[in-house]
């Protein structure tokens, strides 16, 4: 008690004690948003924009590669099942390889069902994995069921991307499988950002003064300054009160610094250079370099391990002597300039003709043009 309050006291009168006034935000202060536990499946990292991409990335370039078969050095003729795998369905070579690329990259293997005539081969169909059981009997032999229906090696084509670290498992794994901790971090990330203005505590702004006020005064004070605001209106504040808002800029409301993190993080689990996620190069301010130098950067560190997979695998499934290759020749062309530099040596050295450069350039040769080289 003061010596104003003593005095008055002393004289008969009752002194009112007034608690000052502590608005409801300072009592809870900010909390952040409420945070779940984070399943990855394929579905859920599916949703996540880069593993989307990088998905798309992969699946589009293998449906522009087409497949040829030899015999030796010898190019052939495609057989009808190749050219056209699942005729019942009316799914072409280009979308048959897409299909199993992308099953192959969110689950770590691809089913084909083979459907054969006393001819041979008919009919190959892409199965989703999710519908197809792998186990073994008791003589350790392995089979398939899809459905009620059970399948022998014969029937089933099983296509591993990478096999997995317990050596009895029967089924490959992927970058989802392989990595799913990246997975979960970005998920959360993604979750956390998205919740942040909708479920943390977060106010707008503050009204602040340092002058006392009651109880009554400051909410009637942020009821008028909120009215007037929602008219869209000019506010007067009494009272010494001072409006400051509070906000964060883009990138940290959306934490962009973590999300390249991820994003480069995931680029790395599939393979896919960074410059076709959209980011900029390590030290370079550039997104894009030159076409043929990436995608030959895409097939090396991405494309190639899903090739070599695909190509083994319709082998396995062509007559003894002749091998699948994919075409990768239109894929990894170079430049219009690089080629035509190569060529210009090539007929200065005399070991090309200009017949055989336009061969390679799909045109038709020239008429009236000896087959001989040109300096």
């Keep these: 008690m003061g010596f104003r309050d003593s005095i008055v ?9 007034v608690e000052p006034f502590v608005p409801e935000t300072q009592n809870r202060g900010m ?17 996540l924009v880069p593993v989307s991409r990088a998905i798309s990335v992969l699946e589009t370039a293998v449906m522009q590669i087409p497949v040829n078969v030899r015999r030796g050095n010898e190019k052939i003729a495609v057989p009808a099942w190749l050219e ?20 192959m990259a969110t689950t770590g293997n691809a089913f084909w069902l083979i459907q054969r005539n006393p001819r041979g081969i008919v009919n190959i169909k892409n199965v989703h994995p999710s519908n197809v059981s792998v186990q073994t009997d008791s003589n350790g032999v392995i089979f398939y ?52 203005f909708r479920t943390a505590a977060v106010p707008t702004g503050t009204l602040t003064t340092s002058e006392f006020l009651s109880a009554e005064v400051a909410k009637e004070n ?22 400051e808002p509070i906000a964060l800029d883009p990138e940290q409301a959306q934490f962009l610094e973590n999300q390249k993190f991820i994003t480069r993080q995931i680029s790395n689990m599939f393979g896919v250079p960074a410059m076709y996620m959209g980011m900029s190069i390590e030290g370079q301010g550039m997104t894009y370099v030159n076409g043929n130098e990436d995608r030959i950067k895409l097939y090396e560190d991405g494309l190639q391990q899903y090739i070599v997979r695909i190509e ?40 090309l003709t200009v017949d055989e450069i336009r ?11 000896p087959d001989q080289p040109t300096n």
């Design 84 to 103: 056209m795998p699942d005729v019942e369905n009316n799914v072409s070579q280009s979308e048959w390889l897409g299909t199993t690329l992308f099953h």
């Design 222 to 243: 942020k009821a008028a300054f909120v009215e007037s605001q929602q008219e869209r209106s000019i506010s007067v504040l009494s009272s010494g009160l001072k409006y």
């Design 31 to 47: 909390t952040a948003p409420s945070r779940s536990d984070i399943v990855v499946t394929e579905s859920s990292a599916i949703t």
């Design 312 to 351: 083994q695998a319709i082998t396995d499934l062509l007559p003894r002597g002749q091998y699948a290759e994919f075409n990768l020749t239109e894929f990894l062309r170079p430049s219009q300039k690089t080629r035509y530099e190569s060529y210009a040596i090539g007929l200065d050295k005399q070991f």
């Design 359 to 369: 061969e390679m350039e799909q045109m038709p040769p020239l008429s009236n043009t």
């Design 145 to 196: 069921t899809i459905g009620d229906k059970r399948y022998s090696t014969r029937d089933i084509v099983h296509i591993k991307l990478w096999k997995s670290v317990k050596p009895d498992a029967l089924l490959g794994e992927g970058p989802i499988q392989r990595h799913k901790s990246v997975l979960r971090s970005a998920l959360d990330l993604h979750n956390y950002a998205d919740n942040w």
């Design 9 to 17: 006291s002393r004289l008969g009168y009752q002194v009112e004690e």
